[in-house]
């Protein structure tokens, strides 16, 4: 769908809204790397500040950017805009992953977290790559017949959210205390949800 199937007044609240969603997301990363340089040496320098600050930028930020592709991008060629999408989502995993080595790594072993927000952090990655290696396979690479991937389209859309709010809710455990944290992650994800309903319609032939 293009910018001129769309009314004035849908792309006014689209782009008030992405903008929003921008502002709340440096924001949020403003407020939780203040937060972070306040926790002094409690924790190994990796792990206290590299892994909040590459788990939220995979799982929030980046992932919050590449769910809004489609919608930004609808002027443009499907084949760039799936190809602009997954590099960003594979970004993001990089960054996760690279966040969970941290742990794994300083806690001298790979283990089940004991903590919920361990518990639900793994979760969220593992689901996450699932997610990411099935939508390859179904969206981009050769073989998928079209009536497979637009049945599986749903399926796709809704882990996708799932996803993403099951990240946010990965963060909310361990910062919940923390006011400016949690209300700029809120408002991120209520501004992304604004500017990034869509349809599944809308999105065409895959």
């Known amino acids: 769908m293009s910018s001129s199937d769309v009314s004035p007044l ?13 502002i709340t997301g440096f924001a949020f990363m403003i407020c939780l790397m203040k937060w972070i340089s306040g926790w002094g040496d409690i924790l190994p320098p990796s792990r206290r500040v590299w892994h909040p600050i ?13 769910i809004l592709i489609f919608r930004l991008l609808r002027n443009v ?10 590099t960003v989502h594979l970004v993001a995993f990089i960054c996760v992953f690279a966040a969970l080595v941290l742990v794994f790594w300083e806690k001298r072993g790979f283990g089940i977290p004991a903590g919920i927000h361990g518990r639900l952090g793994l979760f969220s990655a593992t689901l996450y790559l699932i997610q990411y290696v099935a939508a390859f396979v179904t969206f ?3 073989g998928a017949t079209n009536n497979f991937r637009q049945t599986l ?32 992650l809120l408002l991120y994800a209520l501004c ?5 309903k869509r349809r599944v319609a809308e999105y065409g032939t895959y």
């Not at 849908?10 to 921008?22: D, N, P, R, S």
């Not at 060629?77 to 997954?86: D, L, N």
């Not at 799932?162 to 963060?171: K, R």
């Open 10 to 22: 849908a792309l006014k609240i689209f782009y008030g809204a992405f903008a929003l969603t921008q």
């Open 54 to 66: 590459l788990a939220s930028l995979g799982l929030i930020i980046l992932q919050g950017e590449s």
């Open 153 to 184: 389209l749903p399926v796709h859309i809704f882990g996708g959210i799932f996803i993403f709010l099951l990240s946010c809710l990965t963060v909310f455990s361990k910062t919940a205390e923390v006011f400016p944290v949690t209300s700029t």
């Open 77 to 86: 060629r499907k084949s760039v805009t799936k190809s602009v999408h997954a």
């Open 140 to 142: 981009l690479a050769p």
């Open 192 to 196: 992304l949800s604004v500017s990034g």
